[in-house]
């Protein structure tokens, strides 16, 4: 069976450099149809608890990051102490406040953090900035 070419009912834009059409921008995340129509989804996404989210809540405030480093003969663990500047899913940067020097760790190596003052600290599921009164301080 032959099926007819495929021609799209919707009036694409056409983009002026090389006449090219081009489907409209569907907003991210949002399911289509098998008809061809946007279905907008309003529901609110969450950031999970993961330790790199809480570190994120937490950067300018100095921590005590506590590392161990397996079949390393000179320095199996060692400690870190510095202000928190970034966390990502892999790592985290400090930086000496006598000094500035900045040190990258790597999460595999992180035991655990400990840090002399409050934490922010943001449940998952529960939307608003971190720094509102919502936000729980540990």
């Not at 995340?29 to 996404?45: A, S």
């Not at 922010?120 to 919502?134: F, R, S």
Request: net charge neutral; no cysteine; charged share 15%.
């Amino acid at each position: 069976m032959i099926y007819p070419q495929y021609r799209p009912t919707m009036n694409y834009k056409v983009n002026n450099n090389n006449n090219a059409a081009y489907p409209p921008a569907i907003p991210l995340g949002n399911p289509i149809t098998p008809q061809g129509t946007v279905t907008v989804n309003n529901t609110p996404t969450y950031e999970q608890s993961y330790i790199e989210n809480i570190l994120r809540l937490n950067l300018g405030k100095v921590g005590t990051f506590y590392m161990t480093y397996e079949n390393n003969r000179e320095w199996n663990a060692k400690i870190f102490k510095g202000v928190l500047e970034a966390a990502g899913r892999d790592h985290i940067i400090i930086s000496d406040p006598n000094t500035g020097v900045r040190t990258i760790l790597l999460m595999v190596n992180l035991d655990y953090a400990t840090f002399d003052e409050p934490l922010t600290y943001q449940y998952p599921g529960v939307i608003g900035n971190p720094a509102n009164p919502n936000a729980r301080r540990i």
